[in-house]
């Protein structure tokens, strides 16, 4: 649910991903009141944060993203680099 001063819209596709005792935040967003594209950004246990450059069209495409990176490069992929910008 949106608060009413959240510029974002924020996914049910949103929330915590545990896999191999690693935690990420996923957060799946666009700007609240509008039918923008949707930004995908996971953020590690450190507060290291992975954002990729290009938005998707809906938020069930940024998710599918997210898991297609999970099960090509594995969840380790998001500790290595401290920010990163996918595309």
Do not use: Q
């Not at 938020?59 to 990163?84: C, K, N, S, W």
């Amino acid at each position: 649910m949106t608060e009413k001063n959240d510029p974002f819209e924020h996914s049910d596709y949103a929330g915590e991903f545990v896999e191999d005792d690693i935690v990420l935040r996923l957060d799946i967003y666009r700007p609240a009141g509008t039918n923008g594209d949707w930004t995908l950004e996971v953020v590690d246990e450190t507060g290291a944060t992975t954002v990729w450059d290009e938005p998707f069209a809906t938020d069930r495409d940024a998710y599918e993203e997210f898991l297609a990176t999970i099960e090509r490069d594995g969840i380790r992929a998001f500790l290595e680099e401290p920010v990163t910008l996918l595309h």
